[in-house]
């Protein structure tokens, strides 16, 4: 009796994924103006790795990451705004550039290809761009981008957890909240 207890209370806690990645069940999203997540990232190139917890919120043509440490040490705050760039690592030191992708890149030390990453990180390949479907995701631009796992959010399946590599970088993405056009789903 106690050993048939215990089996049933593991399978509550245990997280299963909700189906598999599906490109085409994921189209709609392209339509959203807004849309936020909060998670944790990783993020290893030739040289450096670090991890950071992750906040991205998303305005039709605007961009927000704010990037933390443990207990919300550190931040540093990312804004992209069409061709321009806002890297905001408090105590007054902010710095702008009309490159935003090799900005990034100079300020963090490893290429991220932030204009695509924001089409990623919602499950679809950056429109406009070729790309070639995979079992679970697609590759793009030189990068492979794979849906580990999805999670329900309203009545969309949402990435949960993703890695994004290319030859010298890797970035690992888990997504424990998203907000689709304000309204929120734990």
Known sequence: MGSAWLLSACAIFQEEPVGLYSRMSSLPVYKLSQWSFDGRLALTGQKDSWSANIDWQHHQDQERIRLSGPLGQGGTVIQLMGDRVTVDRGHGDVQSSDQP????????????????????????PEPNQAFEETGSGFKQSGWLIEYKQMQAVDDQAMPRKLTVTNGQTKLKLVIDQWVLNGSGVK
């Open 101 to 124: 992708e090799a900005f990034i890149n100079q300020q963090i030390g490893v290429f991220v290809p932030a204009y695509s990453l924001r089409y990623w990180v919602t499950g679809l």
